[in-house]
């Protein structure tokens, strides 16, 4: 079956503007993260979604960065009045389990903010 | 402060020639230490969950082991079609948040024929 999805796969923004990136997890799977990696960083965590519980945001790097998650499904990563800092790929994961056990990732948006 | 240390940063080899990477962790109550082989472009791709010290798993020239404070992911006579990034992430117990895995920097590996 079909892997996990994320679309664009490239971004080109300008600082200020807004953009949203989009994941499709695997279908059946439950759990739905979204990291960041920089260049020469490790991973980072940035959300976190299980079923129908409140998301774990703790990774959110500020009040500009927001997700959501429709129907148990799609989800979509907004950054607000982007930064320079900003630019990373942003990568989404899924899982059939509670937990990050075994996670599927998807490829990645590329988002360089001018 | 959980953190997961991950040693070389790169790492090249004849093919053939065997070596280990290494994953150094700090972690509040380890609940897993996790694997995952990420080429160019795309993402991670899972490959082994350890639970406990002592614990080993293999899947092809690959091998992974854990102790209290490490794990090791051993190449055996590696091949140029290992070559890649290898990252070591670890989950603690944060009081039921799930998702927080901490990930290492990883290992580059370069294998040539």
């Known amino acids: 079956g079909a892997g996990v999805s994320q679309s664009p796969s490239n971004k080109v923004t300008e600082k200020g503007k807004d953009v949203e990136l989009r994941c499709d997890p695997i279908?059946?799977?439950?759990?739905l993260y979204w990291y960041r990696q920089s260049l020469g960083q490790g991973l980072e965590f940035l959300i976190y979604f299980q079923g129908n519980s409140a998301p774990d945001k703790s990774g959110l790097p500020s009040d500009r960065f927001s997700a959501e998650r429709t129907g148990g499904s799609v989800s979509t990563l907004t950054i607000q009045r982007t930064q320079q800092e900003d630019s990373a790929v942003y990568l989404c994961a899924s899982s059939f389990n509670r937990g990050p056990e075994k996670l599927f990732f998807g490829s990645g948006t590329q988002l360089s903010v001018l | 402060e959980d953190q997961v240390t991950q040693s070389p940063e790169a790492l090249r080899l004849q093919e053939g020639e065997s070596s280990s990477l290494n994953c150094s962790y700090t972690v509040s109550g380890l609940r897993g230490l996790f694997w995952y082989r990420q080429d160019p472009g795309k993402g991670p791709e899972f490959l082994f969950t350890?639970?406990?010290a002592g614990e080993e798993k293999e899947k092809e020239r690959l091998k992974a082991t854990l102790t209290k404070k490490e794990s090791f992911l051993h190449i055996t006579a590696p091949k140029p079609e290992d070559s890649a990034t290898y990252l070591c992430a670890v989950q603690g117990d944060y009081g039921g948040s799930q998702g927080n895995l901490i990930f290492g920097k990883g290992t580059k590996l370069s294998v040539k024929p």
């Open positions: 279908s059946g799977h439950t759990a």
């Open positions: 350890l639970y406990s």
